[in-house]
């Protein structure tokens, strides 16, 4: 078939909002039964209303009823709402925020009645011995404000259904815990920590417990509680696991300035040190926004091997470390194009599974076996996230990522990711010497990785004869921590001359139009988007350097979230924006978009769940208001149901639908009538 040519921006595409919404499935977890070995995992599906639904491998049926949604909103952002210990499979429950057990066919509620949904669990370890006692994160929305929530770690006692605390302090609301471990005899147990104004990823601190059984009342307790890596504000200590029961195994971003890489590490009763024989330049775990996303496993019962995910130029890379020597050895053949692996869980000896993302085909649960002294992998797929109805997309037709690293003015290194327009049934524009529009997109976080998997938004757009653009800027995550601590202080100016700074670098003015450049993000990334259009700071707002914008749940009243937003982040600005709200007054008025909405005269695009408690719908609300007083360009959707990020179908196919039709109507129709 001949090629056909059109305006960027204008191509015909088969992959549409509809094809994109109808069948969205995302693996957000996979676990394994210690015991017995099966393999379990929790797929998200816009279908059924964003259902998160537990399924176990050897059957592809689920474990509980067709209305259970297995998800919690710990932290909010959830994660490690289940886990299997011996064939019974424990989930929390979004729908009553009950933990529930499920064995042969028999489901009951472990945890007390909760019908104001006050308590939130998430993140189980089954004691070894006890297996009816499960340590897990208590949050008590007993008083529901931000400032007055309180997390603890508790023991649920799934035979008499109680709940009773384990450690609990008098600052439990301004403390967090993740990450609960027993060691392999029941005898220690290991957990993170951190407290406000720490995020994890900041300052975690791990602490380790001798553990007391008492059998007159069949509980637990904990004594000689001992810190043994992280530091509050400056080391970060995440994933602790068990490598025995004298070696706790995890990450820690200790080390030289300048020189500060989330690596290995190991305590012993001996002492605490790095596992590798010198520092790898590269992240092995991604920031703990969401809970349980282990980033390594053991191979063998003895802890002595781990295979590892690290990252590097955006990508994950597996990696089999030797615990007992230092050494690492890289694993990967023809069939490993694995962009993004996430929730690493050992089956058995060199054998484990984990969620894995690619570049050019729909994610997957899959199950790796290295074999012989080369440590040969062989993937096997579980279970895809690829579409069972929808008719195939045309072969090339996806547009593949490729990664940049763009210097920038004072030999500034700033990380992107290109997608050409890529349609094969145009050969390019109709239009002599036309660039493509671009979409830029900015990530959330802000501490974040825009990674390079395969993404039908971006390949909607893509196939329609647009370029699509990711900025990880300063502040991002997984290129070491001096990189992420660009953005110390500097919220809102560094995230935003990056981007724009970006777009006029000499690589991207070669393959983008830059005066037909959108930006767009969400939550953070919304505000990131809506800081470069407004801010005085910004000079893309001086000059209207960006042709359209869409925010998704963005932020745009600092002094706002610095009251209202949940606990997990209420105080993530102190150190992003260089102290309180009380102590610099003028940053948090000088970099809220809302005080500078008479600036704005790029046209904005607003979309905002209603539902939202991580950024409120007030902070979409007030931006709207600014612009339409000052007779600026703005059209806004709020969507009924929908929390922070879109989970029903219907609202993922709307949401598309407003970009393309936004985008046409102010950047890409407009030149081309011209």
């Given at each position: 078939m001949s090629q056909k040519y059109a305006p960027y921006g204008l191509w015909e595409s088969p992959i549409t909002a509809d094809a994109i919404a109808e069948d969205s499935v995302s693996m957000s977890d996979i676990f394994v039964d210690p015991v017995t070995k099966d393999i379990y995992y929790i797929e998200q599906r816009a279908s059924e209303g964003g259902r998160y639904v537990l399924l176990r491998n050897q059957t592809q049926t689920e474990v509980f009823a067709k209305d259970f949604n297995a998800r919690t909103r710990?932290?909010?952002?959830?994660?490690?709402?289940?886990?299997?210990?011996?064939?019974?499979?424990?989930?929390?429950?979004?729908?009553?925020?009950?933990?529930?057990?499920?064995?042969?066919?028999k489901i009951k509620p472990i945890t007390p009645e909760d019908p104001k949904k006050i308590y939130r669990y998430a993140d189980f370890c089954v004691h070894p011995v006890h297996t009816d006692l499960l340590v897990a994160i208590l949050e008590d929305h007993t008083h529901d404000t931000p400032q007055t929530v309180r997390n603890s770690l508790c023991v649920i006692n799934s035979t008499a259904t109680t709940v009773t605390a384990l450690v609990c302090t008098e600052d439990a609301q301004k403390e967090?815990?993740?990450?609960?471990?027993?060691?392999?005899?029941?005898?220690?147990?290991?957990?993170?920590?951190?407290?406000?104004?720490?995020?994890p990823w900041e300052g975690g601190q791990l602490y380790v417990a001798d553990v007391h059984y008492n059998s007159n009342t069949h509980t637990l307790s904990l004594s000689n509680t001992k810190l043994v890596a992280g530091s509050a504000s400056t080391i970060s200590a995440c994933y602790p696991l068990w490598a025995s029961n004298d070696n706790l195994v995890f990450t820690s971003d200790e080390g030289e300035e300048g020189n500060r890489f989330a690596n290995l590490w190991e305590y012993t009763q001996a002492r605490t040190k790095?596992?590798?024989?010198?520092?790898?330049?590269?992240?092995?775990?991604?920031?703990?926004?969401?809970?349980?996303?282990?980033?390594?496993?053991?191979?063998?019962?003895?802890?002595?091997?781990?295979?590892?995910?690290?990252?590097?130029?955006?990508?994950?890379?597996?990696?089999?470390?030797?615990?007992?020597?230092?050494?690492?050895?890289?694993?990967?053949?023809?069939?490993?194009?694995?962009?993004?692996?996430?929730?690493?869980?050992?089956?058995?000896?060199?054998?484990?599974?984990?969620?894995?993302?690619?570049?050019?085909?729909?994610?997957?649960?899959?199950?790796?076996?290295?074999?012989?002294?080369s440590l040969e992998p062989n993937f096997q797929v579980l279970r895809s996230t690829a579409s069972t109805s929808a008719a195939p997309f045309p072969e090339g037709i996806i547009s593949l990522p490729t990664p940049l690293e763009l210097k920038l003015a004072g030999d500034k290194i700033v990380y992107a990711v290109y997608y050409a327009p890529n349609n094969p049934a145009y050969a390019g524009s109709s239009i002599p010497n036309e660039k493509p529009p671009c979409v830029l997109g900015v990530h959330g976080g802000p501490t974040g990785l825009e990674t390079q998997n395969l993404n039908w938004l971006k390949q909607y757009f893509t196939s329609r004869g647009y370029a699509w653009l990711d900025i990880n800027y300063g502040g991002s995550s997984c290129y070491g921590r001096a990189y992420v601590e660009r953005l110390k202080g500097n919220w809102g100016v560094t995230d935003v001359s990056d981007c724009i700074e970006a777009v006029q670098s000499p690589e991207l003015c070669s393959l983008i139009d830059t005066k037909r450049t959108a930006i767009r993000g969400g939550s953070s990334g919304g505000y990131t988007a809506l800081a470069s259009i407004s801010l005085?700071?910004?000079?893309?707002s001086k000059t209207k350097f960006f042709a359209s914008a869409t925010s998704n749940y963005g932020i745009s009243n600092l002094e706002l979230l610095a009251d209202d937003t949940h606990k997990f982040e209420l105080m993530?600005?102190?150190?992003?924006?260089?102290?309180?709200?009380?102590?610099?007054?003028?940053?948090?008025?000088?970099?809220?978009?809302?005080?500078?909405?008479?600036?704005?005269?790029?046209?904005?695009?607003?979309?905002?769940?209603?539902?939202?408690?991580?950024?409120?719908?007030?902070?979409?609300?007030?931006?709207?208001?600014?612009?339409?007083?000052?007779?600026g360009h703005v059209e806004a959707h709020f969507f009924d149901g929908e929390q922070h990020g879109w989970r029903t179908s219907e609202t993922i196919k709307k949401a598309i639908e407003f970009e393309r039709e936004w985008y046409e109507k102010t950047m890409v129709r407009v030149s081309v009538s011209k």
């Open positions: 710990v932290h909010e952002y959830g994660g490690a709402a289940a886990i299997a210990y011996n064939g019974t499979v424990y989930s929390s429950n979004f729908a009553d925020f009950l933990v529930y057990a499920a064995k042969d066919g967090f815990y993740a990450a609960p471990t027993f060691s392999p005899s029941g005898d220690k147990l290991a957990w993170q920590f951190w407290e406000h104004p720490d995020m790095p596992v590798l024989s010198s520092v790898v330049q590269q992240d092995f775990c991604m920031p703990p926004w969401t809970l349980g996303n282990y980033p390594f496993a053991f191979l063998d019962n003895n802890g002595t091997k781990a295979i590892c995910v690290a990252w590097r130029g955006g990508r994950s890379v597996l990696y089999v470390v030797d615990i007992t020597t230092g050494s690492y050895k890289e694993i990967k053949n023809e069939m490993f194009d694995f962009v993004d692996i996430e929730h690493v869980r050992r089956i058995s000896d060199y054998s484990f599974v984990f969620t894995g993302l690619r570049s050019n085909a729909p994610g997957a649960a899959m199950l790796c076996t290295l074999t012989g002294p005085a700071s910004s000079a893309a993530y600005m102190i150190k992003l924006l260089g102290g309180t709200k009380a102590e610099i007054p003028h940053v948090y008025h000088d970099r809220s978009p809302v005080y500078f909405s008479a600036r704005i005269e790029t046209p904005l695009l607003v979309l905002q769940g209603n539902d939202d408690e991580v950024v409120p719908p007030a902070q979409s609300w007030t931006i709207i208001d600014g612009v339409i007083k000052n007779k």
